[in-house]
């Protein structure tokens, strides 16, 4: 079982910038597709970002396109979500999730494994 653990959540206010990291187990880190997806409460969970297996390709939802960043560094089993112009909005709690494909999934149930989240809280 593959496991993911996120990290860096916070309170920032409005305008302000986060940094999100998701640690993985395992040595396949590389042939995973890794999304960012959060869920604030009382909503669904909503896609945010998906990155493909050797970083070379990357997909946004419309609400965080200009604004966030996905990255991976598969030396570290690490996924990164750069976080600017946080808006209150994007006040939820972050999770990221993992594929055994080549592709860029980006439907909640397209992932096989998923963290526990970090809660982002953005004031304004």
């Known amino acids: 079982q593959v496991q993911l653990v996120e990290s860096g959540g916070g309170l920032v206010q409005a305008g302000g910038s986060l940094r999100l990291s998701c640690a993985a187990s395992?040595?396949?880190?590389?042939?995973?597709?890794m999304g960012w997806f959060r869920q604030a409460p009382g909503k669904e969970r909503e896609f945010v970002a998906v990155i493909s297996l050797s970083g070379g390709s990357t997909y946004y939802a419309a609400s965080v396109k200009g604004r966030f960043t996905i990255s991976r560094d598969n030396a570290k089993n690490t996924v990164y979500l750069h976080m600017n112009s946080l808006k209150p909005e994007d006040t939820a709690v972050y999770y990221c999730?993992?594929?055994?494909?080549?592709?860029?999934?980006?439907?909640?149930?397209?992932?096989?494994?998923w963290g526990q989240g970090t809660q982002v809280t953005v004031s304004s």
């Open positions: 395992g040595r396949t880190f590389s042939t995973y597709a």
């Open positions: 999730a993992g594929k055994r494909t080549t592709g860029l999934p980006n439907a909640p149930n397209g992932f096989d494994f």
